[in-house]
């Protein structure tokens, strides 16, 4: 089962898109307008966005190019007018991963829905991540540093599993707090360098690096 929000203002192609989805066993969120899709897909909270070109305010291309200047990384599948395709490639340059023409038949989406499930989800056994002699058990939700097994409260899991998705990769407060915390989220809060704190004191200060004016980086001591 995947979170898969659904942007689309036209009632009745949202509404098709959404029970397709839902008795294929996902589950969709729908919004009808780029600026609270943009909301939406910025959490961090979904697994795949079905997004649509024309929309009654900020249209689909400038929704993804937010999307992926905010650094989401998310799967985007558009959906565009037969007659736009083209323009609908170009946007695909901008971070796009895929396109479907309306009219299409729901199972041409979700075969395409699949295919980008599987290229981003990690092995159905896959249930650890890990760097170095550090490792997050995605299941049980407890961290482990050299074998030495770690308590984390929700939102350290959240921030820990965030850095071994990049590891050696500076991540800015505003990624940090718009993944774990949401879109919402005040950007002058210090609960990112709080957060990395807690989380310091629970794996070693030496592996949660400063990156002085640009945010922190997970790194391999050892
Ligand atoms: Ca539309």
Redesign the pocket.
């Given at each position: 089962m995947a979170n898969i929000l659904v942007i689309?203002?036209?009632p009745g192609i949202s509404a098709f898109v959404a029970k397709g989805l839902r008795s294929s066993g996902h589950q969709p969120t729908t919004v009808s307008t780029g600026a609270e899709g943009l909301g939406h897909a910025l959490t961090g909270g979904y697994d795949l966005v079905v997004l649509?070109i024309?929309?009654p305010d900020i249209d689909g291309f400038e929704v993804l190019r937010r999307m992926r200047s905010a650094g989401s990384r998310t799967p985007v599948i558009i959906l565009t007018a037969r007659a736009s395709v083209d323009d609908t490639v170009a946007g695909l340059e901008g971070g796009a991963d895929d396109y479907m023409a309306k009219p299409f038949r729901f199972e041409e989406l979700l075969a395409r829905v699949r295919l980008r499930l599987r290229s981003t989800a990690p092995a159905e056994d896959t249930v650890t991540l890990s760097h170095g002699d550090l490792g997050l058990d995605l299941r049980t939700r407890q961290a482990s540093v050299g074998g030495r097994s770690v308590e984390l409260s929700a939102r350290e899991f959240a921030l820990l599993e965030t850095f071994l998705a990049h590891p050696e990769q500076v991540l800015s407060r505003e990624q940090l707090l718009s993944r774990v915390w949401g879109y919402d989220f005040d950007p002058g809060s210090n609960v990112v360098d709080v957060y990395v704190r807690y989380l310091r004191r629970k794996i070693g200060a030496d592996r949660l690096l400063t990156v002085r004016g640009m945010g922190y980086r997970l790194t391999d001591p050892s």
């Open positions: 689309e203002d036209e649509d024309g929309l």
